[in-house]
């Protein structure tokens, strides 16, 4: 995901393939004229370019009838059949693993529950839920390009090691990647589950017309995938949106991270079920249990209850000063929300707003759009195949022709 530096033919070449594929993904299909049109790229250019992707076997060649002139016109889309990628979102609780087409389709997926914080179970469960979608690739025939792994930060995704996952210290330092090469023999990514996320809302998602997104997972843990002109802003060692472990409250509780008053300290789901803990303990608040959970709080919180509303107020409103230190940093066009604090509904998710209002710059705030992600599929899963493909797509020059099942 790093900018190249400099820009000679071949890269230049390469920057204009990426192009076309990206828009092939935002449009389904589009004639060259279109493409020619979306991009100000010449005729020539355009049919060069679409011949090389032809002869790689990564787009397929469609007739129909143009509405426009009334006359058959050729049009192009993604061939899906060309390259597969195996996706795999490593969250706290559970794996999801799944087999992508090169359209970004999940053929397969197969989902496990992770009973406890141990290591051994994670590698376990990694082996069996790859193992059996390699294996369904197999029955189908599909080349398999690579894996592509999302997993709370931070981690780096140099060597794929993850760093530190909050209340999982087996975990600190477990390199998913050279797990996963070892073990399966294809190239794999390991990349921040909101960086995977801000791609999948980019490509398939409420972010298909920006060029300036951030998403926010707002989880177990809280970050931020923050996507500008093409690129997701990493910083120089992937750490670049870790908002989660920014301070809103300088002189708050101590962190594992080393820092105190950390927001994901007061606006994770860790944190509201935590203290929705301590209030069962101390109230025994009516409608109430031990084992209480996000949608509960919001299924109570909407019935009247008080405690369940301020719970989900205050959480909101600490996400919503970290949103809006985020307007400041970055300045997008939008911010998605997503994950299970999304499940704590209306109640919260004004109070996030309302706290960003406050805070922003009012002529920033009314420009900023803030949705809560719209997305069917976790983009956290939906993403993990992106970033196998991307890297396709990033070094297609350099690929041999891939598995031409078009005719
Ligand atoms: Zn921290």
Known sequence: MRRKKGNNVINLQDSNLRLLLELLYAKSCMTRQDMAEATGLSASGISKLVGFLLDKGLVVEEAFISRRKGRRAISLRLNGDSVYAVGVRLARNYLTCGLFNFSGEILYSIHREIETKQLTETTQLLSELIGATLKEAERINAPVYGIGVSAPGPLFPYDGRLVLITDYPEWQGFSVKKFCEENFGLRTILEHDANVSVLAEKWFGGGKDCDQLIYVVADRGVGAGVYTNGYVHTGSQNIAGEIGHTTIKYDGEKCECGNRGCLELYSSST???????????????????????????????????????????????????????????????????????????????????????????????????????QLEIEPAFLGTGLLVLRLVVENVSSISTFNNVSS
């Open 271 to 373: 944190a509201v079920l935590k203290e929705a803990r301590q209030i069962w303990e101390a109230e025994r608040p009516s409608g109430w249990s031990e084992q209480m959970t996000i949608d509960k709080l919001a299924q109570l919180a909407q019935a009247g209850c008080e405690h369940a509303r301020q719970l989900l107020t205050k959480a909101g409103n600490f996400l919503g000063i970290g949103l809006a230190n985020l307007l400041t940093t970055y300045n997008p066009e939008k911010i998605i929300v997503g994950d299970e604090m999304t499940r704590a509904g209306d109640i919260w998710f004004s109070a996030v707003k309302n706290a960003v209002k406050e805070r922003a710059l009012p002529e920033v705030y009314a420009n900023t759009k803030i949705e809560v992600s």
